[in-house]
């Protein structure tokens, strides 16, 4: 894992909510982040962003208790597209409801901020994203994911995860 942290840029500026998450710690799951433009955005939005090349290390990482990651973005395709991660993201969901996931794919159709697909994220974007975009995507995130977390807990009713 790298670690990607500079200087906010400017891009996604904003106060509050806006910035919903403003100082927190952020992975990035992909093979080869020199093409995601999306890195210095995501600084330029307060976040302090780490990267991984291995998706099965970064979910291990993110489950491991006291983990301090509070944001999960994955590029889909670089592991094989959604049905070679789903099973890995639906336990990860179950595990750690709290954790917001943003997908990032260049193959689906468009973006998508709706609850539909919260088993096993809060938000998908299509590949290349705009910084409105990404702003939009980490605004979204925190709605769904909260939707995740009520969900989720009428599911595991007595607060056991999967």
């Known amino acids: 894992m790298t670690n990607a ?5 400017g891009g996604l500026a904003g106060q509050g909510a806006e910035r919903p998450f403003l100082g927190a710690p952020a992975l990035v799951v992909a093979k080869d982040a020199s093409d995601l433009t999306m890195i210095s955005w995501l600084r330029s939005a307060g976040l302090k ?5 291995d998706f099965n ?3 291990q990482l993110v489950l491991t208790p ?36 943003l997908l990032v ?9 709706s609850v539909g697909r919260l088993p096993i994220c809060d938000v998908t974007l299509k590949a290349p994203a705009s910084p409105t975009a ?29």
């Open 105 to 113: 794919s260049h193959k689906v159709a468009a973006h998508d901020f």
């Open 66 to 101: 006291g983990d301090r990651f509070r944001l999960l973005i994955v590029e889909i395709d670089d592991f094989g597209g959604i049905t070679m991660v789903i099973d890995a993201l639906r336990f990860l969901r179950d595990s750690r409801p709290d954790l917001p996931v």
């Open 134 to 162: 990404m702003k939009e995507a980490l605004s979204e995130a925190v709605s769904n994911n909260l939707a995740w977390q009520q969900r989720s807990a009428q599911l595991h009713p007595t607060g056991l995860q999967s």
């Open 49 to 53: 962003v780490s990267l991984s090349g």
């Open 5 to 9: 942290d500079q200087a906010p840029l």
């Open 57 to 59: 290390r970064a979910i």
